[in-house]
């Protein structure tokens, strides 16, 4: 991040008490929204067809507790004060065009003229989701961002039956493309490279079974979800003392922020890369096309991957934007996009593994138990559900209960399977028990 934005994140997040992936990524989805659809990256000039909006999607995972309300607040506040400005702009002509519009009309037919143009209201944020007012709003704007205090009811609405379309116009709010909206009662509405960036929170719980949905074969595993930056959102230790955040820091944070809108009269500006970064970028493309090749990859884990390119191409626009680079992504810019996309993906991993084995702590304190057995000596060679619930580890009270936990850390290599007809039965994985006699 350049210097003006961390000299104020890094106190903030301090400040807070809470992880500095959250403030910053939260900052970057935002400022991808001040910037969607006045940029578009073109990775490869051997390929003119391809093209990428710098939008992103970002969704921090966290419980409740976790700060997301003040960093909402704090963050997107330039956003509000843009909205507020452009109002009363809007409202000011508005009332202009009216008084001229009662003029117009007063005149005879004949010397009337052009019919003075209603005004268009700019906009940068959207909370009203449904297709129909994104749409509309996207005409005028060309690109927003949409922002969310809870994420959940977005995913929610993605999922019903009767919103089909909702699903399949986000996916072109993020990738661009055409579209065309036919009504009934008004014009036909046509919409040219739409982009939408999305910044939110949503609790772990409720996301699990989002995630679950995408690793599911049909319409959840649409790529929608492969599209979101999945930060995990955390505490950190409560300092005795916290630094001050300076009020000119934050200032110049909303300053810069502000800055970096412009109207969206003008065709997006094409970034390409310098001859340096165009080396990197095609020794980075020829290292993801081999991984996403490997067939013994989960499906749903390669089309993460197959958004990995297009996601390096994004990140590397808004930096380099953000730096202040004038049309040509240099490689220092690329660099730091490779390294945010490496960083998001063990991200992902984590959220995407969890949501597969559930709750997490009570897999912590079964393995501890089971270790903390095999260093006494005390644990059976053959584990089973019963077993595991009469000894009362983390709390669990049913064998089916006991059987899921079982087979997750099975999955997670702490135990192995041992062939029994009459019952479903696990040792320790021999590695670990070497390590907990030593």
Avoid: C
């Avoid at 960036?197 to 690793?215: C, D, E, M, S, T």
């Amino acid at each position: 991040m350049p210097e003006v934005l961390e000299a104020f994140l890094k106190p903030f997040s301090e400040q807070l008490g809470i992880r500095y992936d959250v403030p910053a990524m939260t900052a970057l989805g935002l400022a991808s929204g001040l910037l969607a659809g006045r940029y578009k990256v073109r990775p490869d000039p051997r390929n003119p067809t391809w093209g990428e909006g710098i939008n992103l999607w970002v969704a921090i995972i966290a419980p409740t507790g976790n700060k997301k309300t003040p960093v909402l607040k704090a963050l997107a506040e330039p956003l509000y004060e843009l909205e507020q400005a452009f109002h009363e702009e809007f409202e000011a002509k508005r009332r202009i065009w009216e008084l001229e519009r009662e003029a117009w009309k007063a005149k005879k037919p004949e010397e009337r003229g052009p019919e003075p143009k209603e005004p268009k209201p700019w906009q940068v944020v959207v909370e009203d989701t449904t297709k129909e007012a994104l749409v509309r709003a996207l005409q005028v704007n060309r690109g927003l961002v949409a922002v969310f205090d809870e994420l959940t009811s977005l995913f929610a609405t993605w999922q019903m039956v009767n919103r089909v379309a909702d699903r399949a116009f986000w996916l072109k709010a993020y990738s661009g493309g055409y579209h065309r909206e036919d009504r009934m009662s008004r014009e036909t509405t046509l919409l040219r490279e739409p982009a939408l960036a999305v910044v939110g929170f949503v609790q772990p719980g409720p996301f699990r079974q989002i995630v679950l949905k995408a690793l599911e074969e049909g319409e959840g595993a649409d790529g929608l979800l492969q599209r979101f930056i999945l930060v995990q959102g955390g505490l950190t230790p409560w300092p005795e003392e916290r630094p001050m955040i300076e009020s000119q820091v934050y200032h110049a944070y909303q300053v810069f922020m502000k800055g970096l809108w412009r109207e969206p009269q003008a065709p997006p500006v094409a970034l390409t890369f310098d001859p340096e970064a165009q080396k990197l970028w095609y020794e980075w493309e020829d290292e993801v096309e081999r991984e996403i090749r490997n067939e013994d990859l989960p499906e749903a884990w390669r089309g993460y991957l197959g958004k990995r390119l297009g996601l390096t191409a994004r990140l590397a626009g808004v930096l380099s934007v953000l730096w202040g680079e004038k049309g040509v992504i240099s490689e220092d810019s690329l660099l730091r996009a490779i390294s945010l996309v490496e960083w998001a993906e063990t991200h992902a991993k984590r959220v995407w593994r969890r949501a597969r084995i559930g709750d997490v702590s009570t897999l912590t304190r079964v393995a501890s138990k089971l270790l903390e057995r095999a260093r006494q000596g005390s644990l059976p060679k053959e584990i089973t559900a019963r077993w595991l619930v009469r000894q009362g580890f983390a709390g669990l009270e049913t064998s089916r209960e006991a059987s899921k936990v079982l087979s997750a850390l099975e999955r997670e290599g702490w135990l192995l399977r041992v062939p029994n007809p009459r019952t479903a039965t696990w040792a320790l994985n021999p590695r670990l028990l070497t390590k907990a006699q030593a």
